[in-house]
């Protein structure tokens, strides 16, 4: 009898297992309901690209997407499968009695296991296949598309081997109904594991560190990490416009190290303009003249009485002689730079394409772009005051037209303010509208001193933060210090951060995204593509022997790998102790 039991085990191959369990499982109602399930949600979902017009929606629908799919239709099938199969083979014993005493119980649990896996595995790359498909005729993100998929399907593929090998463990070990109770916590575990970083951050949001800097500086957490955040996405290309935000970043942070306290003086405004912008070919080195005629004065300086304008009234008519040094170039100019020049390199040449770019797309997305830029008028406005004039009566009288007097009436055109009518302004009219906006708009001088203001407001915290000493006697920073050491303890032992933290790493963000509001001074939103159920990489910044910061406190997490090791090998103990158990198992 044991010879042919041999003889019968040999000739059923692995193949016919494998159709023998899939036959057997496409009987079971509820396995096939699951199936219609995981085949419809991806079409359903494609079609929110007919309305996800940026790549930071795709992110956040997709993030919410996955985490449906994965906690709750993957793990429901894989329970489902992992039950019918054991069900059947230990608790209705009838159908796998014969089938039990041909083959090798490893043989048999081997391809329910691969047979699992596989049924998973080929919904995934399905809906994989059907959302990349979709993306490619209702996108514009297919990059991003493409990345999100592949970082799901290899995420999932491990989920699913982790899942089928901890449910098979658990449905051996105890009963069915036990194993249902911990599957049910395991997936609220999944949607409330990111509840403590949720709670640390809204803590933080008022509270500070304090440096040794300019008095006691002060600077909120949040804008400490923002700040920290940013320097890596810059120095790895993962800004809007990275090549522009690479260049300008290096020369502010590495050459310079500027601070908002120095970044406002003649030596700083003179090396910007002569030793960067200078450097990128878009200063014009020859003077501007420009002439205008037949302009109403409305105001004069308050202390004009005292100046060579005591000879000028308000509503008298003015002309202007004006010469302008190292202007910018105009818009034709920049592109032709960028795109066009034999003098450039090819690195140099993306750094000019990005501003060209940034130059269209502000101007594009703010309709009254000159009066919010009107307040940058004035750093890189250089007027040759030896040569430049107003006039009046056929120019038989005359005054020295000053940097103070041009940007003023510029800026009250533009904007006016009650404390700029104590400048020198113009009535308003057509031939005085046409002289602001058009003979003294300079839009690239514009939007290169608005770029400065988007970075400086956050290279200069990074700066302080790296270069003068945290008080560390400071309750924000002893406060700061213990929430971190507590949440930095449970984010490291909780596995459930770290499966989903491979998953956030690898997936990344919508970079193109990354990038500063346009109706802000300086702001950048780096964490609206943050799923609330998510994990994310999180450190704490570190003290050197100084009790500096380091620059390095943003590597300071575990690496992905190691969770992605920690949760192979756990995969690989589950096994081997699942096949010992259903290897011992009475069947019988």
């Known amino acids: 009898m044991l010879t042919t039991n041999k003889k019968l085990a040999s000739t059923i191959s692995f193949k016919n297992i494998l159709i023998f369990n899939f036959k057997m499982i496409f009987r079971e109602k509820s396995f096939i309901i699951l ?6 949600f991806p079409i359903i979902y494609s079609l929110t690209f007919l309305f996800l017009d940026t790549g930071e929606k795709i992110v956040t629908y997709f993030n919410f997407y996955i985490i449906i799919y994965i906690s709750l239709f993957i793990f429901l099938i894989i329970l489902r499968s992992l039950q019918f199969f054991l069900v059947n083979i230990i608790d209705n014993k009838l159908l796998y009695l014969v089938l039990s005493n041909q083959i090798s119980r490893l043989k048999m649990l081997c391809g329910q296991f691969i047979l699992i ?28 598309v493409l990345r999100l998929n592949l970082a799901f399907l290899a995420y999932s593929f491990m989920s699913c081997l982790f899942l089928i090998s901890f449910i098979l463990l658990l449905l051996l070990v105890t009963s069915l109904q036990v194993t249902t109770i911990i599957c049910t916590l395991l997936i609220s575990i999944t949607f409330l594991s990111n509840i403590p970083r949720q709670f640390i951050t809204t803590k933080e949001e ?36 990275p090549y522009l935000s690479f260049a300008l970043n290096k020369f502010m942070v590495e050459d310079n190290q500027f601070t908002k306290e120095s970044f406002v003086t003649n030596e700083s405004i003179s090396n910007r303009l002569n030793n960067f912008w200078t450097s990128l070919g878009v200063i014009n080195n020859t003077e501007m003249l420009i002439l205008k005629d037949n302009l109403n004065l409305k105001t004069l300086p308050v202390d004009a009485a005292l ?22 170039i105009d818009e034709v100019a920049l592109k032709e730079l960028a795109y066009n020049s034999q003098d450039k390199s090819q690195s140099e040449k993306l750094v000019l394409q990005d501003l060209y770019n940034f130059l269209k797309t502000i101007q594009n997305q703010l309709s009254n772009f000159k009066e919010l830029s009107s307040d940058y008028f004035n750093e890189f406005v250089f007027v040759d005051e030896s040569k430049s004039k107003i006039y009046k009566d056929n120019k038989t009288i005359s005054a020295t037209m000053r940097k103070d007097y041009l940007v003023n009436l510029y800026k009250y055109n533009l904007n006016a303010t009650s404390s700029l009518q104590n400048g020198l302004t113009l009535k308003p009219g057509v031939n005085e509208n046409k002289f602001v906006k058009e003979d003294l708009f300079l839009p690239l001088m514009l939007a290169a001193r608005i770029l400065e203001e988007y970075f400086i407001n956050y290279t200069s915290k ?46 990344g963000f919508s970079y193109d995204d990354f990038w500063f509001k346009n109706y802000s001074k300086s702001k950048i939103e780096l964490n609206e593509q943050k799923n609330l159920f998510l994990s994310y990489k999180n450190y704490t910044f570190k003290l050197n022997e100084q009790n500096i910061i380091n620059k390095n406190s943003s590597k300071n997490y575990i690496q992905a790998w190691i969770y992605l090791a920690i949760q192979s090998c756990l995969s690989l103990i589950f096994i081997l102790i699942g096949s010992y158990k259903f290897s011992r198992a009475d069947l019988r």
């Open 307 to 328: 100046t060579d304008l005591a000879a000028f009234k308000p509503n008298d008519s003015v002309d202007f002689k004006i010469y302008l040094n190292k202007t910018f």
């Open 462 to 507: 990074y700066i302080v933060a790296t270069n003068y000493q945290v008080d560390v006697n400071n309750e924000g920073w002893i406060n700061y210090l213990k929430a971190r050491e507590k949440f930095d303890w449970y984010n490291n032992v909780n596995i459930f951060n770290g499966i989903w933290t491979n998953y956030a790493n690898f997936s």
């Open 35 to 40: 199936n219609l399930f995981l085949l419809t």
């Open 117 to 144: 896996l596989g049924i998973a595995f080929i919904n995934i790359l399905f809906s994989c296949i059907v959302i990349i498909a979709a993306s490619t005729f209702m996108s514009d993100n297919f990059k991003l």
């Open 206 to 241: 008022q509270s500070t560190i304090k440096f040794n800097y300019n008095g006691g500086q002060l600077y909120k957490i949040p804008d400490l990490y923002d700040s920290f955040d940013l320097q890596d996405y810059i120095v790895n290309y993962k800004v809007k416009y």
